[in-house]
């Protein structure tokens, strides 16, 4: 008769050990969780940006602004947390969008910890009528980087901003 032979504990409890040493060292480098924290953040980004631009829609209609293009003075703008925003057809008007315009309908930290870039077409920035947010304080060059978050002006009285994530390169 044949005598069977199996693996001990203290067998097992090394080769488990063993595996547990290489599961903290490896993967890491197999789960980057940091890209995932990123996309999110965009998201949140997207979020408050139509709901501050929402807000600011919200105070045009009670102005009976609307419907109306930018017109480059105070029929196309309203008072948002003490900061005139400048609007076309109502929403935040990314043509003539700033730093000290955007935090009276947003709050985040630019400069600190987004970059806010305003489009005029050239290579490293967005189109024309649009304007980019992207983690970090440091330019960005949206031509080439896709992590960030656009917004884009509306096109007419019957039609919102687009506000895009693009988050495949976070």
């Given at each position: 008769?044949q005598?069977?032979?199996?693996?001990?504990?203290?067998?097992?409890?090394?080769?488990?050990?063993?595996?547990?040493?290489?599961?903290?060292?490896?993967?890491?480098?197999?789960?980057?969780?940091?890209?995932?924290?990123?996309?999110?953040?965009?998201?949140?980004?997207?979020?408050?940006?139509?709901?501050?631009?929402?807000?600011?829609?919200?105070k045009?209609?009670?102005?009976?602004?609307?419907?109306?293009?930018?017109?480059?003075?105070?029929?196309?703008?309203?008072?948002v947390?003490?900061?005139d925003?400048?609007?076309?057809?109502?929403?935040?008007?990314?043509?003539?969008?700033?730093?000290?315009?955007?935090?009276?309908?947003?709050?985040?930290?630019?400069?600190?910890?987004?970059?806010?870039?305003?489009?005029?077409?050239?290579?490293?920035?967005?189109?024309?009528?649009?304007?980019?947010?992207?983690?970090?304080?440091?330019?960005?060059?949206?031509s080439?980087?896709?992590?960030?978050?656009?917004?884009?002006?509306?096109?007419?009285?019957?039609?919102?901003?687009?506000?895009?994530?693009?988050?495949?390169?976070?």
């Amino acid at each position: 008769m044949q005598q069977q032979r199996g693996f001990t504990l203290i067998e097992l409890i090394i080769v488990i050990v063993i595996l547990g040493i290489l599961a903290v060292t490896a993967a890491p480098r197999f789960i980057d969780l940091s890209s995932d924290a990123t996309a999110s953040t965009l998201k949140g980004v997207k979020a408050a940006m139509q709901s501050g631009a929402q807000l600011v829609y919200a105070k045009s209609a009670i102005a009976g602004q609307q419907t109306t293009a930018n017109a480059g003075d105070d029929t196309s703008e309203v008072s948002v947390s003490g900061v005139d925003v400048q609007t076309d057809f109502g929403y935040p008007d990314a043509e003539e969008m700033t730093e000290a315009m955007l935090a009276g309908w947003m709050q985040l930290d630019i400069g600190t910890d987004f970059n806010f870039v305003l489009g005029s077409g050239d290579a490293d920035t967005p189109a024309v009528g649009t304007f980019g947010i992207a983690p970090g304080a440091t330019a960005t060059d949206y031509s080439t980087d896709t992590c960030h978050v656009l917004y884009t002006d509306a096109e007419n009285a019957n039609s919102a901003p687009v506000i895009t994530v693009v988050d495949t390169g976070c």
